[in-house]
């Protein structure tokens, strides 16, 4: 990761699975708010029902993501480790390919999960937290003979880690509130946009860019500021979600309502109990043959 793509990779990994999550749960917690005999429940990966497509719905699509993600990320490492003769050398690589392959490890638990092998229940969870005391320890021994301004950058995002592995064990035993999994989701976020932000402190690729003083006491106070900043606006952004994730809803709700209010309207029963529906007002009645029953949700 001694590069700033290395670093923007699996910042945008971690950004993109925790936005997934966060619009996920705020769907599932409005629908829960909603159905008072559904309450909320938290889950480590959610079904992609976007589209209403049967292969969306019966697929494990995250779990496949995360798979193939840390796939090319465990090859683009394993390539660039080697040096001319084809000699592995680079043993940060190496700790980059562990770390990989560990969250590579999630995804397969998924799929198991998913298609309900014989595993215990809860693995998916302790998956995710086998993955991140893993990715812990290495970048606890990933800074010998680093600058101070790398090492701070690191070391913050250790701390993050630290929250993060709580915050996945909190949500494996209250698996009934929002707000465990709203804080796991939310940590993975500031680890994606932190990793990003790394990547463009310590190899900012932008032409003309001015280097950070990387022993400089004001640099590493400004790094932090930074950090603090990156945990407000993201609590500020899932908020925003939540707030449109509600308006979608709503939305959905009223054109469903109008909807079956509009079919009701169609729909008429004459006296010997058969269904009529009425196109209009100066057409005659189209008659159909039914049993004098409610009609089914399915058959509308």
Not at 100 to 129: N, W
Not at 168 to 174: D, G, N, P, S
Request: glycine share 8%; net charge neutral.
């Amino acid at each position: 990761m001694g590069t700033f793509m290395g670093h923007f990779i699996p910042g945008s990994f971690f950004f993109g699975f925790g936005l997934w999550w966060t619009i996920q749960i705020w769907i599932n917690f409005f629908r829960a708010q909603g159905k008072k005999n559904q309450p909320f429940r938290c889950r480590v990966t959610y079904p992609c029902n976007c589209f209403r497509l049967k292969c969306c719905s019966s697929t494990c699509w995250e779990g496949l993501l995360k798979v193939f993600l840390t796939g090319f990320g465990i090859v683009g490492e394993t390539i660039t480790g080697f040096d001319d003769n084809w000699h592995f050398v680079h043993m940060g690589n190496a700790q980059h390919i562990t770390m990989f392959f560990m969250f590579g490890l999630t995804g397969v638990v998924d799929l198991m999960h998913f298609y309900k092998a014989p595993i215990p229940k809860k693995c998916d969870y302790l998956s995710v937290v086998l993955a991140l005391v893993v990715e812990c320890i290495l970048f606890m021994f990933h800074l010998h003979g680093r600058t101070m301004l790398d090492i701070h950058v690191h070391t913050l995002l250790i701390y993050t880690l630290y929250f993060t592995i709580a915050a996945v064990l909190a949500e494996m035993y209250f698996d009934r509130h929002m707000l465990a999994a709203f804080i796991r989701s939310f940590l993975f976020l500031a680890q994606g946009t932190w990793f990003v932000q790394a990547g463009f402190i310590l190899y900012n690729p932008l032409p003309g860019a001015l280097p950070w003083k990387e022993d400089s006491p004001h640099e590493v106070m400004l790094v932090t500021l930074f950090f603090t900043w990156h945990l407000g606006c993201l609590f500020v952004i899932m908020l925003c979600i939540g707030g449109v994730v509600n308006c979608c809803l709503r939305y959905r709700g009223s054109n469903c309502r109008r909807d079956d209010m509009a079919m009701q309207r169609l729909l008429d029963t004459d006296s010997n109990g058969q269904t009529m529906v009425r196109m209009d007002a100066s057409d005659s009645d189209i008659e159909f043959q039914s049993v004098p029953t409610r009609i089914a949700d399915d058959d509308l």
